[in-house]
């Protein structure tokens, strides 16, 4: 019996597991080599993992919803595929299942380490890792029950509650003995009329999207301001160029990368908009990512990422733009398409939108919202002195954390944005 092991595969380099959505073969399926038998999820990404090699699967090791790390056997196929050996296989596979499950629910011996306020309570590095990474407080780590000798908190016992979490709850300092405010306002009573009005359930990225603004809304005390740009030059070079530019390099020339270079610029020139913040420390991040908050067909939304876009020229930056916003109308974008933004805009004009007030992605500290391009009368000052003219005018609105962002900083990245995009240089060659 030729068993080959179908392990999770690695997704990307930040990438260190994933969560099972479904299986699409079951135990004593034939499958072919490269046939889709998996699809899992990572963050905001589905894929679909195929079988390495052609043969009958004689045993799964993981189910619906189960986080697995990259690299752990998912499931065994025989690679002879022989079909009078399937109900043999599969009971080998159930007896084998029994001692692999009776060992990963062994607790590990580890250097474990006191994180809460309860003196029985002691958490393994690998809870720690996992509390850091979902932004876990204390006050929601101690209302965990643990399943674990002595109550321990075991891996599962965390993802448990994380499933059915609704938001964050926020944390406080362990000295302050304050009790929490709480509200007595009613919730409102939903109006639902029976045979009119229809539920609709939230799918897996809406539920995450939901949780995530509102820990961004909770997390950061949000400010917004607003400018007034002027893109008439940038407006004609563009539209003198964008047939110019599809002959020459086979991409569409959008405003989108102008806009992308324009904020890269201001944020090498202000680079404390481009940290997180880390409890009472800031982190200033080197590398510049501007991420692009984009539509799915789904409504959903998701953000593809630039990478390094402060070292790349208007025609490096149109490609990995229309490749990133290809990949997301077809639902093919990588994981590591989506990590590692350290600034987000948002191009609510693509909907008609004057202006918004956009909700930071975090950890950033910082988010531009680009509305609608409009023409319109207004006066500039030439050499004839004040004229009224017809320009092409578009608002710009930053939302940013006020914890680490005052309004000097904020309101003179914004201006310096706006002052790209107004100095566009119309002999910029493509």
């Known amino acids: 019996m030729a068993i080959t092991e179908f392990k999770m595969p690695k997704m990307g380099e930040s990438i260190s597991e994933a969560t099972i959505i479904s299986w699409l073969k079951n135990v004593g399926d034939f ?65 084998k299942n029994e001692v692999i499950l009776t060992s990963q629910n062994q607790q590990l011996p580890t250097d474990n380490r006191k994180l809460t306020t309860n003196p029985n309570a002691f958490i393994s590095p690998l809870i720690i890792s996992i509390v850091q990474k979902e932004n876990l407080s204390i006050e929601e780590l101690q209302t965990i029950p643990g399943s674990g000798t002595d109550g321990r908190l075991q891996k599962s016992d965390v993802f448990n509650y994380l499933k059915n979490r609704k938001y964050p709850i926020q944390s406080k300092p362990i000295s302050d003995n304050r009790q929490p405010a709480t509200s007595s306002y009613p919730k409102p009573k939903i109006n639902f009329v029976e045979g009119k009005d229809r539920i609709v359930e939230m799918d897996r990225m809406r539920k995450m999207i939901a949780d995530h603004m509102v820990y961004s809304k909770q997390t950061s005390p949000h400010v917004t301001s607003y400018i007034e740009v002027d893109v008439t030059n940038l407006v004609s070079w563009r539209n003198e160029n964008k047939d110019k530019f599809q002959e020459k390099h086979n991409e569409k020339l959008t405003f989108t990368p102008v806009f992308v270079q324009a904020v890269a610029k201001a944020v090498a020139d202000f680079p404390m908009i481009n940290v997180s913040v880390d409890e009472k420390n800031i982190i200033v991040h080197n590398d510049i990512n501007i991420g692009m908050a984009t539509a799915l067909p789904s409504g959903n939304l998701i953000v593809p990422v630039v990478k390094n876009a402060n070292e790349k020229d208007l025609v490096a930056l149109a490609k990995d733009v229309n490749n990133l916003a290809e990949a997301s109308r077809n639902n093919k974008l990588k994981p590591e398409q989506i990590q590692g933004s350290t600034f987000t805009i948002s191009n609510v004009g693509t909907f008609g939108s004057l202006m918004g007030t956009p909700i930071i992605n975090q950890p950033e500290v910082a988010i531009l919202a680009l509305g609608i391009i409009k023409k319109r009368p207004e006066v500039i000052t030439t050499e004839k002195g004040d004229e009224i003219a017809i320009r092409s005018m578009m608002y710009l609105s930053l939302s940013f954390d006020h914890r680490v962002v005052d309004g000097f900083l904020g309101g003179s990245f914004l201006r310096k944005v706006g002052d790209y995009l107004e100095q566009f240089d119309t002999n910029t060659t493509i």
């Open 31 to 95: 499958v072919e080599a490269e046939e889709t038998i998996l699809e899992v999820a990572t963050d905001k990404v589905d894929s679909d993992v195929p079988a390495p090699v052609s043969g009958v699967i004689t045993e799964i090791r993981f189910q619906k919803d189960d986080v697995v790390e990259v690299g752990t056997v998912l499931a065994l196929i025989d690679a002879d595929g022989k079909t009078e050996a399937r109900n043999k296989k599969q009971d080998v596979a159930v007896e």
